[in-house]
């Protein structure tokens, strides 16, 4: 259901790569003279944060973004500590398994059986120890057994020991970061499963389905895609300005960014400053998103004048570009079924200078089929009656999975489960099948997911396909430049899955109503 972050965490990302070590790569025992009093409390106060949060989004299956919103406001952090906090979390929750392979091979007992405080104690204190250059392991050791102090836990004196034994283990032996190459799928194929889900972090559920749908190399691609760390990739507002001009601010602000190379309205920031914190930002020049997502709109080929639904619309990245592709003329009619997420449409539409967008909160899953949209005696209070003027285009970007980001959100793999795809599979269709009849003859939809599971995606259109022959499927080739040729499958839909752009994973059908 989520798609790029929009908050400012996600233009906190970039950091200093020298901070961070690469599998394979050796540590350093050296002190650093930086640690001084005040940045160790800082980074134990981080950690305490970091401790809180991931345990919260574990119990809760809540989104590590927004409690790391909550979290970090909650305990006043300043820049640098929500940036080393972010850090802990997001790299913890992107390596979780790899962690848990090397805390296994040190531990007495298995990680998975130890409370949920510990095991999240030495997973924090596995990844400073491992990944993070900037922090002494020996500190980072130090450091991290405090926290055990600040659990509720019995017998702390008794972790405390515990948890100092193994990270100190982890510090004697940390030469192997990568599970053995015995059990690598390109030497030996007998356990692809537990060695593709240690090395790149997914459930082996996850790795299961892939290797049975795409083979070990084309699991293996996805897997690596899923545990990349993914570009800060925003979008010009062309309401406001040009990509060269967003280009230029940046350079000007010392940010080094560079265009996207296949939206013509994407900017990739590199290194430098936060672009957030420039005024631009509050000034609308730019929407943080991510490549795919920039495309999916073009795909719908809006012009300016007509009549556009975007019928799951918030929080508005695609809405706000709709209404740019059509310069602010006609109209765009964005419904969603959640206030909260409504607002922050509305917040965006303000910002980004959106003035031909009409927003209601919906839910699609009550609109009345075809024969009944017109003859209804009494329409519902919250029914839209803009709904009862046919549209020239209609986006239908779905709720969906949400497996194409999940590199954005890592906490996800271990929140999802196969099971669930079916439950999606069948309120997409459904959804599908109550917009598609808002269309004129003539017009065109598009149907999008932020996930290329067969189920979300080429499953719901030959559905849907089958049921209404007066749909008919349409290429998106001719909206797509040359360079993105790649990124069509056979079938003709848009399929960002694995790509050579470092884009998220998306997938766009295009259908027209012939009558
Ligand atoms: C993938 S997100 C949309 C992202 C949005 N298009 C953008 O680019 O910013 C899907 C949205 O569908 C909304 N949604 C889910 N079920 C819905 C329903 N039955 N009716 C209306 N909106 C729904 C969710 O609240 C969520 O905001």
């Not at 590590?64 to 997001?90: G, T």
């Not at 948890?163 to 190459?181: G, Q, T």
């Not at 560079?258 to 400053?273: F, I, K, L, Q, W």
Request: aromatic content about 6%; hydrophobic content about 40%; proline content about 8%.
């Amino acid at each position: 259901m989520r798609s790029a972050p929009a908050s400012s965490w996600g233009l906190l990302r970039q950091r200093d790569d020298a901070t961070i070590r690469r599998p394979g790569s050796s540590r350093s025992l050296v002190k650093r003279p930086d640690q001084t009093a005040q940045a160790k409390s800082r980074h134990r106060s981080a950690r305490t944060v970091a401790l809180d949060v991931l345990g919260a989004v574990e119990d809760r299956r809540l989104h590590a973004e927004d409690e790391l919103d909550r979290a970090s406001a909650a305990a006043s952090l300043d820049q640098r500590d929500r940036a080393l906090l972010l850090e802990l979390v997001y790299g913890v929750l992107r390596q979780r398994s790899l962690l848990d392979w090397r805390l296994n091979r040190v531990a007495d007992r298995p990680i998975e059986r130890l409370p949920p405080p510990i095991r999240w104690i030495l997973r924090l204190g596995a990844y400073q120890i491992l990944w993070l250059t900037k922090i002494p392991p020996r500190a980072a050791v130090h450091e991290t057994v405090e926290l055990v102090r600040g659990t509720k836990l019995h017998n702390r004196d008794h972790w405390t020991r515990f948890v100092n034994a193994v990270l100190r283990a982890l510090l004697r032996s940390s030469d192997m970061l990568l599970p053995d190459p015995s059990s690598d799928p390109q030497i030996n194929p007998i356990k692809p499963i537990e060695a593709l889900s240690v090395r790149y972090s997914c459930p082996p559920w996850m790795v299961e389905r892939w290797i049975t749908r795409l083979g070990i190399e084309g699991a293996a691609a996805l897997c690596r895609q899923v545990a990349a760390e993914p570009p800060l990739t925003l979008r010009v507002n062309r309401i406001r300005l040009q990509q060269a001009e967003l280009l230029s601010t940046f350079q000007a602000a010392g940010i080094a960014a560079r265009p996207t190379e296949v939206s013509p309205d994407g900017v990739v920031v590199e290194r430098g400053g936060n672009p957030a914190e420039l005024p631009l930002f509050r000034k609308g020049g730019f929407y943080i998103e991510d490549e795919a997502a920039q495309l999916i709109p073009r795909l719908l080929g809006p012009k300016p004048g007509e009549r556009i639904l975007d019928a799951c619309a918030a929080p508005g990245g695609k809405t706000t570009h709709l209404t740019a592709l059509m310069e602010n003329e006609g109209e765009v009619i964005a419904l969603d079924r959640s206030p909260s997420r409504l607002r922050l449409l509305r917040e965006n539409l303000l910002r980004l200078g959106a003035t031909n967008v009409k927003s209601f909160v919906y839910d699609l899953a009550t609109l009345p089929r075809a024969d009944r949209l017109h003859d209804r005696p009494q329409p519902e209070a919250d029914f839209p009656a803009d709904l009862l003027q046919p549209f020239d285009r209609i986006l239908l970007d779905a709720p969906c999975s949400a497996f194409g980001v999940l590199r954005r959100h890592p906490e996800a793999k271990w929140q999802k489960s196969a099971e669930s795809l079916s439950d999606l599979h069948r309120s997409q269709l459904d959804l599908l099948d109550r917009t598609g009849h808002l269309l004129r003859p003539g017009g065109v939809i598009v149907y999008s997911t932020c996930s290329t599971e067969p189920e979300e995606t080429t499953q719901v259109i030959d559905r849907f396909s089958e049921a209404h022959p007066e749909f008919v499927r349409e290429s998106v080739a001719p909206e797509l430049p040359p360079v993105a040729q790649s990124l069509v499958n056979a079938r003709g839909e848009f399929c960002s899955a694995v790509n050579a752009f470092n884009m998220d994973g998306f997938f766009a059908a295009r259908l027209r109503r012939s009558s």
